[in-house]
């Protein structure tokens, strides 16, 4: 009889094997280990036992009991797993077109600041880094603004909890870091940067902004060699024959001053909205650098003279693409920034 159970055994086992499906297993386990399955009903037969052989019967019967019950739920697990793995639902397509993994950009701001840095970069301009928050003396003492000078209400300043420590609302005092750190000239470098102001915040004006310093200086550096400068750089960022002019200006850390202005891009010159009826579009100031500034930035002015000019790159941005109000630029809308996958 112990040994029947061997058969039984190997028999119910290859059944399992040949359960297909999880509705061929239940019946499998119905017909064997359920409640009034074959193997479940083995124990009933132990009354053809001798009472001597008994203990070793009813051990034998609970054996193939849990090996049966273990096989069942291995194969019950793949069963489900091969189920799931053929829901129509889950089925991979291979015919569909694929997904695109959608790409970030970078910020507008961020590619005109890179093609700019890249211009004067081939121009021999290093790209230097100045701190957001300067010394009152920095920001403006030492760019021949003291205290009382009226130049200082053209930047309405945010200061620190330290009066004497402000935002930096201009990067021109990078000129001064960067001359006192490269001694003698000569001085090429070109200083991007966060700036800020206290002003009130509208379509045209942010309290925060990007600034793009150039500084050159050197043992005879000319008027000539910034205009050289400036205009090669706005025929490289604009085009060819895009018409540029230079219109006398003041700044107290330049003299002469002057601003920059290019052919608008709307009307080319004939007078639009856009140009405010002038044909021209401002996009820097410059000047040769004050004899006092360059002073402060330890260049004896008798010896070296040198240029330097300011940007902003979001206004850049602004004028090129007729984007019509400046807070797009840190609002985070991605319908704005998408628009920017690259800067042409
Ligand atoms: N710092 C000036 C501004 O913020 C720009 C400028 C820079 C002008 C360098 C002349 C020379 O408007």
Avoid at 252 to 264: G, K, V
Wanted: hydrophobic share 35%.
């Amino acid at each position: 009889m112990i040994d029947q159970l061997d058969d039984i055994e190997a028999r119910v086992s290859a059944a399992l094997d040949q359960a297909v499906d999880l509705e061929q297993l239940e019946e499998w386990r119905r017909a064997t280990i359920g409640r009034k399955g074959e193997v479940q009903l083995l124990t009933r037969r132990m009354g053809e036992i001798g009472p001597a052989d008994r203990p070793a019967f009813g051990k034998r019967i609970n054996e193939i009991k849990a090996s049966l019950q273990v096989a069942f739920e291995a194969r019950q697990e793949a069963l489900k797993r091969s189920a799931h793995d053929n829901d129509d639902d889950d089925r991979l397509d291979v015919t569909l077109p694929g997904r695109r993994p959608t790409l970030g950009g970078l910020h507008p701001s961020t590619l005109v600041m890179r093609r700019i840095e890249r211009i004067f970069g081939d121009m021999g301009f290093q790209t230097y880094r100045s701190p957001d928050v300067v010394t009152d003396q920095l920001n403006f003492g030492d760019l021949n603004m003291p205290p009382d000078h009226p130049a200082r209400d053209m930047q309405d300043t945010f200061y620190t909890t330290d009066p004497s420590v402000v935002l930096r609302t201009h990067t021109s005092g990078g000129q001064i870091l960067a001359m006192q750190e490269q001694y003698p000239a000569p001085v090429r470098v070109i200083l991007p940067g966060m700036c800020y102001r206290n002003e009130q915040i509208t379509s045209r004006s942010e309290i925060q902004f990007h600034q793009i310093e150039g500084l050159a200086v050197g043992p005879a550096i000319t008027f000539a060699d910034l205009k050289g400068t400036l205009t090669e750089f706005a025929r490289r960022l604009f085009g060819e024959g895009r018409g540029a002019r230079f219109r006398a200006s003041y700044f107290p850390f330049t003299e002469p001053s002057a601003e920059m202005d290019i052919a608008c891009f709307l009307c080319d010159g004939e007078g639009c909205q856009l140009c405010k009826e002038t044909g021209w579009l401002e996009i820097l100031g410059c000047g040769m650098v004050h004899p006092t500034v360059l002073w402060n930035g330890g260049y004896d002015p008798e010896e070296w003279s040198g240029f330097a000019f300011g940007m902003g790159p979001e206004r850049i941005a602004m004028l090129r693409h007729g984007i019509r109000d400046i807070r797009y630029f840190w609002s985070n809308d991605l319908r704005f920034l998408r628009q920017f996958q690259r800067f042409v």
